[in-house]
């Protein structure tokens, strides 16, 4: 609007060939930030009506299909092959690709380069080059650069590496050495190096909120390759969204080490069901539970040492000679004594009836658990947890819930719930 | 001599009956052994020089032996045929027999040979060309039935011994479980005594037991429980001598092994086998000092074993190096295949050494406890052994791959030589933290003075390392005028002082650094470990080749040549680990490869990308 006044000049008077080149440099900048639909303006109607009348409901189509993924990327394919065979001049190409790009995370093309090809294919070649040295200090085509920049930050952030293709098209649009040039340079520079940076990748498509989406979540909390992943109740219907409306999947994960601490807990002292705590996945909340006790008296949590033990070598010095300052590398960590935790579980409900169906499956592997007195502790998943006259529960943030609904079950509002030896299993 | 001397003598000697609770004063103390002397940094040269000796009865006796011995392996052992059928002829077994081989260190009065420890080395230096034949007989005698032998009670010697010796009865020694190697907290077999405590009822099952399938007479260990001390009711190991014909003993098919396929080795299995009480070896409980007295007494005949092995691949490989020939030269007149030759040479000739000044120190009088340096010799021949024969292989080239020449075999029986009786590994732990243990008794005052600020003893010791600094002049007594050591070994004497002197003062530093913790320490206690059998190695190449210059055996300037060679290359592998020994675990590389291991083990495979692969 502020600059309306460039577009209804003559075209030989901002754009054309025979402008000098800071003045046709200057006019395309201050043409830019109209906003508007380019079909407002004066110049060339019949080339812009042509691109509404083409790419619009192409697009209008597309943006419809958000629901289905699967026809996202073809009826974006679809709207941009339309744009490009369009005839006329490309006017309001920056505002269609600023709208493009927005609408590629929900079309599902937001990771694929051919998608980004396509939108700088969009940008016309040639007249956005800066002739000469001058030119080329003078910041030239800033809004055309700063466009070809948003789709390289674009590629950035789905981690999308450019490749030589997007190097040609970008030269053959901006020329060498301009911004969006230098910062493909920069993103080939460090996109690949960056790449495996994350030591526990998840897959690229995350499942939807549900037992397969909590077996991931379990494998990534309990990152042992010994520990076995059991699933103690099948959800039903076990598909579709509403997958475990019926019955709530419970999956848990327990490790041979897990195990034998539990052994070794004895069933003398209470063990406890604690939770849930939260757990993301990308932009997906899971909750789990732990059960756990508190930590053994130092005389009970390891064997004495046994002077009968090794064959061949001895296990223990007899000496009265600690370790030096000079070898101790440890850093002077003051820890907090925690107790062991059993086991993990993940539930599509969360209260002591589901869990309590947990605790049952896990005394077939561990028998000992059958004879210890199990405490359910559950809170609301925000800490504090459970706590009796604690903060009044606050509404879940606005994410994908994880049991969907969080029971208020007589376990659930806060006190530590005793159940008897063995009665764990029986709720 | 001296021994039969003294052993009357102490006989002779009147007992204080009249103090019975007064503690006896014996001639006969366990001595300090040498290699336990080496971590302080003392050289206690009177036992290991001169080179033990033996009588010239003696040695008529063993060479009365070794010839016919000899010639039975040469004649009559078809050491392919054993190989191929992964079987012992029963034929071959009763010339076994017949010669005696099956008693060789049991007492003559329970029909044996009652061979001394040198005795029994030299015999197995010919015993060890067939390597089915020698496990075979080591799994009798050298663990099967020493049980019996050191620990039995004289009826248990009585009644076992004299069909042992003929070998009417073959021994084995059952201690390995599924569940449990080294460790003996997780041996599950059971024994439980009955009603009338006249029997136990032995249950569970062993595996790798050599002769599993033959033996008629087992050494096995089990728990059994034992009220202690405390009153409490404890899970101890007994060991117990179980006969076949008990019952409830059965044995699975032979194992299908990489060498020694020979001899016997399979699962055996008890089920309710009834064991009398009397067939308790030692105590009831008692059964793990059995068996680590059993595993530390049978390991030094390996080093004359091997030397004897890599003795005879010497001469076949010889006879091939000079022969063939390739571009108008004999294989021998290259020097690389020269360096091969010089290699087993000296391997054998330090290994054999070790052996002997072993043996010869187990047959003094007394108790001698030389089971640190039996472990070193173990370690020392096997390793040796392994890198001769794969040498000898490389010698050959194709030829010593085929299985038409017997080279193969001889690789593939070596290689349980690193195995079994205690891997190297854990040897090295025992040795290194054995001496480690003696050592920090005895400095333990003397370094806690230090670190309390003791400011005498750290002057003296800040002082005594100045003087390292400076280039001091180690001297204890090896060399120069008065010195044992032969003036032609003059340098590898030296060489060697100054290397005891330095693992002394290094030890120390160890035991200040670490403490207790060293345990943890397992690169530490390997470099450790790997210095000592050096010295030990040196220490007995040198004192082997002085006495035969002195002596003038013939071509004993070969054995001076040897001696240094071994000696000028130990010294720099042990001046390097020193080295590294006194760096910290950043310096060393202890971090790093802790740190590389720990994240392969992370993800339990190999992490490292493709080479192929790429990320953009």
Redesign the interface.
């Known amino acids: 609007m502020r600059l309306h006044w460039a577009r209804v000049l003559p075209r030989g008077l901002w754009g054309g060939w025979g402008a000098p080149q800071v003045a046709r440099s200057l006019c395309q900048r201050s043409s830019r930030p109209a906003g508007d639909p380019a079909g407002q303006a004066g110049g060339d109607a019949s080339g812009d009506a042509a691109g509404e009348a083409v790419g619009a409901p192409a697009w209008r189509g597309s943006s419809r299909g958000v629901q289905d993924e699967d026809r996202g990327p073809a009826a974006f394919a679809a709207a941009l092959a339309a744009l490009e065979q369009a005839p006329g001049r490309r006017v309001g190409r920056l505002e269609l690709v600023a709208a493009a790009l927005a609408a590629m995370p929900v079309l599902g093309v937001a990771r694929e380069r051919e998608a980004y090809h396509r939108l700088l294919r969009l940008l016309p070649r040639g007249p956005w080059v800066p002739r000469g040295p001058f030119q080329r200090l003078l910041a030239p085509f800033p809004q055309q650069q700063e466009c070809g920049l948003q789709i390289l930050e674009q590629m950035e952030r789905y981690g999308v ?1 450019p ?1 030589a293709e997007t190097r040609f098209l970008l030269l053959g649009i901006f020329g060498p050495r301009s911004r969006p040039v230098r910062k493909c340079q920069r993103l ?1 520079y460090w ?3 960056l ?2 940076v994350d030591p526990h990748p998840l897959p690229p498509h995350l499942p939807p909120p549900g037992l397969a989406a909590a077996r991931l979540g379990l494998h990534r909390i309990a990152n042992d ?1 010994d520990a076995r992943i059991t699933v103690y109740q099948h959800p039903v219907p076990d598909e579709g969204d509403n997958e475990g409306s019926v019955q709530p999947y419970i999956i848990g994960a327990q490790s041979p080490d897990q195990q034998s601490l539990l052994a070794r807990h004895g069933p003398a002292r209470p063990v406890f069901v604690e939770g849930p705590f939260p757990l993301w996945l990308r932009r997906t909340r899971l909750c789990y539970y732990v059960l756990r006790g508190d930590p053994l008296p130092p005389h009970l949590r390891e064997d004495p040492p ?1 002077p ?17 300052p ?2 101790d ?1 440890d850093f002077d960590v003051e820890e907090v004594e925690e107790g062991p935790v059993f086991a993990l579980c993940m539930a599509g409900a969360g209260d002591r009836r589901t869990l309590g169906k947990w605790i049952a499956g896990l005394q077939e592997a561990n028998p000992v658990l059958g004879s210890t007195p199990v405490v359910f502790r559950l809170g609301d998943g925000h800490p504090p947890a459970g706590a009796p006259g604690g903060p009044p529960a606050v509404p879940p943030p606005p994410a994908v819930l994880e049991p969907p609904d969080l029971p208020r079950g007589p376990g659930h509002s806060g006190g530590a719930d005793a159940a008897g030896p063995g009665s764990g299993a029986g709720q | 001599m001296s021994g039969l001397l003294l052993r009357a003598l102490r006989a002779a000697l009147p007992v204080p009956a009249t103090l019975p609770a007064v503690r006896r004063l014996r001639t006969a103390a366990p001595r300090p052994a040498f290699a336990k002397e080496l971590f302080l940094g003392t050289l206690r040269k009177e036992e290991v020089f001169p080179y033990p000796e033996v009588s010239n009865e003696e040695l008529e006796e063993i060479n009365q032996f070794v010839g016919p011995v000899e010639k039975f392996f040469s004649e009559e052992v078809d050491s392919k045929k054993i190989d191929q059928d992964a079987k012992i002829p029963p034929e071959t077994l009763n010339g076994l027999k017949d010669l005696g081989l099956f008693g060789m260190q049991i007492p003559e009065e329970y029909g044996g040979l009652g061979l001394s420890n040198t005795m029994y080395a030299r015999l197995g230096e010919i015993i060890s060309l067939d390597g089915s034949i020698a496990v075979t007989l080591a799994a009798h005698q050298a663990i099967g039935l020493k049980g019996i032998l050191i620990a039995g009670t004289d009826e248990q010697k009585a009644k076992y011994l004299p069909r042992l010796a003929s070998g009417e009865h073959i021994a084995a020694f059952c201690l390995t479980e599924p569940g449990s190697g080294s460790d003996a907290a997780s041996i599950q077999t059971r024994a439980t005594l009955s009603e009338d405590g006249k029997y136990f009822l032995l249950n569970g099952s062993k595996v790798w037991i050599s002769n599993g399938g033959l033996a008629n007479i087992f050494t096995v260990f089990a728990r059994t429980e034992v009220v202690d001390k405390d009153g409490q009711l404890k899970d101890k190991i007994t060991a117990f001598i179980v006969e076949r014909d008990f019952g409830g003993v059965t044995h699975g098919k032979p194992e299908d092994k990489l060498g020694i396929r020979g001899s016997n080795t399979c699962e055996v299995h008890f089920e309710n086998t009834k064991v009398p009480i009397e067939n308790v070896i030692g105590e009831v409980g008692g059964g793990f000092k059995v068996a680590m007295n059993i595993l530390n007494s049978g390991r030094f005949s390996m080093g004359s074993a091997s030397a004897g092995m890599i003795k005879k691949l010497i001469e076949m490989t010889a006879e091939y190096a000079c022969t063939r020939k390739q571009f108008n030269k004999r294989l021998s007149e290259f020097g690389l295949i020269q360096e091969k030759f010089c290699f087993m040479a000296v391997k054998a000739y330090v290994m054999e050494s070790m052996a002997y000044l072993t043996a010869g120190m187990m047959d003094r009088p007394g108790f001698p406890d030389c089971s640190v340096e039996a472990a070193m010799v173990k370690v020392f021949s096997s390793e040796g052994a392994w890198a001769c024969v794969s040498e000898a292989l490389q010698i050959l080239g194709g030829l010593g791959y085929m299985k038409d020449y017997p080279y193969e075999r001889y690789l593939r029986d070596a290689r349980i030589l690193l195995i079994f009786e205690g891997t190297n590994e854990i040897l090295r732990l025992y040795i290194a933290l054995t001496g480690m243990q003696y050592a920090g008794k005895i400095l333990t005052d003397k370094i806690k003075e230090i670190k309390k600020g003791n400011v005498g003893v750290a002057l003296g010791e800040f002082l005594s390392k100045l003087r390292d600094t400076m280039g001091r002049k180690v001297d204890y007594g090896l060399v120069g005028d008065h010195g044992v050591v032969h003036p032609s070994l003059q340098e590898s004497g030296q060489k060697l002082e100054e290397n005891i002197y330095y693992f002394g003062t290094t030890v120390r530093g160890l035991l200040s650094r670490f403490g207790k913790t060293i345990v943890d320490e397992q690169l530490v206690l390997k470099r450790v470990a790997d210095i000592v059998i050096n010295l030990y190695a040196m220490t007995a190449a040198i004192s082997r080749a002085s006495r035969s210059i002195s002596i003038g055996l013939r071509n004993h300037d070969h054995e001076v040549l040897l001696t240094n060679i071994f000696c000028t290359e130990a010294y720099f592998k042990n001046n390097y680990a020193i080295a590294q020994l006194q760096k910290y675990a950043d310096e060393n590389l202890d971090d790093c490869i802790k740190k590389a291991a720990k994240q392969v083990l992370e993800k339990r495979a190999y992490i490292c990308s493709h080479p192929l692969d790429r990320t953009f």
């Open positions: 590496v490749d080939l996109l690949p190096r790449r495996h390759p046994d009968e033990r090794s064959l061949y070598y001895p296990l223990h010095l007899d000496l009265d000679l600690e370790r030096g000079w070898d590398d």
